[in-house]
Structures are given as C-alpha cells and as structure tokens.
C-alpha cells in the first residue's frame, strides 16, 4: 500500500508514535522515528520495524527547537529524497487538577504550547517543501478529545490540543492540494503515561461505552487509514474514542 513512500513520526521511541511506524512500514513505508531524549529506546525501536534499520532510521531533535527540526528533515531528504507523510505524535503533558490553578506552574505550561502546538507548526513548516515534491503529501496531527470535551490532564493541555485542532484546519485550506493535512483525535489510550493514572484510567473506562481505553494500534490504524482510504480527507477531526464523547 505504502511500498517506496516515506513516513516521519515525531516522538515515536514507543506508545502511539512507536505504534503509527511499525503500522506505516508494515504497509510498505520507510520510516523515520524521533525522539528528544531516549536515544537508546529509539535506536532500539527502530530494530522492531519491518525490514530493521536497512529499511529504516531515527533521529534525535526536539520539536521545539526550529534548528533541529530542519536537521531532521534534512537528513530524511539526504538518505530517501522525499517525504510522503508527517505525523506529528510529539508531546508532553502533567496531571493537574482543572481546579488547582495554582498547580499548572507557567513552566509547565509554557513547554505544553512549545511542544504541543508550536512543535506541530515548525515540522509542517521545515517539511512543506519535502511534502510537496511528490503531492498529495499527507500531514496527521495527533490531537485528543480533550480539544472538544476539555477533560484531560490539565487545562493547558486541553486548550494546546484545541488549537492543533484550529490548526490543522487552517493548513489545510491553505496547503491544499499539494499537502492533506488531518487530525486524529483520540481518548485516553492505555501507554506507559497513563498506566500511572489508576484512578483515571478506571473513571474513564466506566464512561466508554466501549468498556475499555483505546490502544497505540487503534491509534495507528486511523493514521493508516487517512494515507491509504481516506484520499479526499482534509481538515478533518477524526475521532478516535469507542464513544466515549457520548456519555
């Protein structure tokens, strides 16, 4: 489906990220993993894709930092010459209280946005050249239901995925057509994170009418699915969460 396409996936040393490559080079694609800070976990990853490092790489850069960003992308450039599609996976996240304001510290909140969103908006930016040497490039957000229901682990968080949302849809309109770009949208899925928030994970679960949290592997189907079923899709929010915004 994918064969000789080219997949970049932000913050993908494991969980969803790691997940959306190893279904992207099931389906055929080179991928690329990121990581900022775990190079022995991405270097590691990388050997659990199909076809091993041959087929594929990784490269450490925070999306914060416009510098390193444009490394990644030129790197991807030198060692296949294109890029087809862009997975903006990266970001960070804290539990805090909605109502303790006092707790979501300006430092935390700040590195939410630098992340979140303006890590997004940089990797399109130094990518956009790269995605439209061979068009339609296909561009996906990972966002959250957080940025409709604003439940999630903190305020700032819920706000920075909204403006993904907000985001998406406004690249969308003035990429097209030589780049699609989507968001998917999903609930809270069962990762290392948020194996942490017992009491959470219990609540939200209750609340599915799916009786469960998603996975990184539903996560990485719908990515799959927007770059090989879903042709027309852009500025779409697709939601990814068992139902849970019904209840």
Known sequence: MLDGRVALITGSSRGIGLAIGRELARAGAHVMLNCDRSVGEVQAAVGTLPGGQDRHGWFQASVEEPAGVSAMMAEVDRRWGRLDILVNNAG????????????????LFDRIYRVNLRGVFLCIRAARVLLERHPPGLVVNISSIAATTAVGSNVAYCASKAAVVNLTQSLARALAPAIRINAVSPGLIDTELTQGW????????????MQRLGTPEDVAAAVLALATLLPYANGMNLVLDGGRCLT
């Open 92 to 107: 960070v996240t804290r539990f805090v209280p909605h109502h303790d304001l006092e707790a979501l510290d300006l430092d």
């Open 198 to 209: 017992k009491e959470y994970r219990e609540e939200q679960i209750a609340k599915n009418p």
